[in-house]
């Protein structure tokens, strides 16, 4: 088993530092992107301010293009609560969902406890192994 373990940790680690290095590399260009996208928002303002200074005072542009950055950005909070309060409420019905199974199950088990005690021991233990085995380890060390 020893040859085999090192070429599956080998290729383990070869994938996971092409994916880390893909990521790394798609990470600084996204950067460099959104330095650009900056960069034009800003000079698209200031081209709107320009346009709009000649049909308006510049007070009245530098109004304009400030309440219409204040709206995008109260209609950007909006979407952001309306999606923060529907993920809250799917969470909340899956959370009911579980304990409904979580009820179903306990029911379940007390019928089983009261018919096939022997049965129920049996189960009881495998339950506790596969739970045993299958948790994580809260372990921060």
Known sequence: MG???????????SDVGHTVSRYKRNAALSVF??????TAY??????????LSTLYTPL???????????????IIMGVMYTLSARD????????RR????????VAASMTIFRRK?????GLAVGVGALLGFTRKSRNDD
């Open 3 to 13: 040859p085999l373990g090192a070429l599956v940790s080998a290729l383990l680690a």
């Open 33 to 38: 992107a959104g330095v650009f996208f900056a």
């Open 42 to 51: 800003v000079f698209a303002l200031v081209a709107g301010g320009l346009y």
């Open 60 to 74: 009245h542009a530098a109004l304009i293009l400030g309440g219409a950055s204040l709206l995008i950005g109260l």
């Open 88 to 95: 809250a409420r799917l969470a909340a019905e899956r959370r």
């Open 98 to 105: 579980s304990m409904a199974q979580a009820n179903l199950a």
């Open 117 to 121: 005690p022997l049965l129920a021991a």
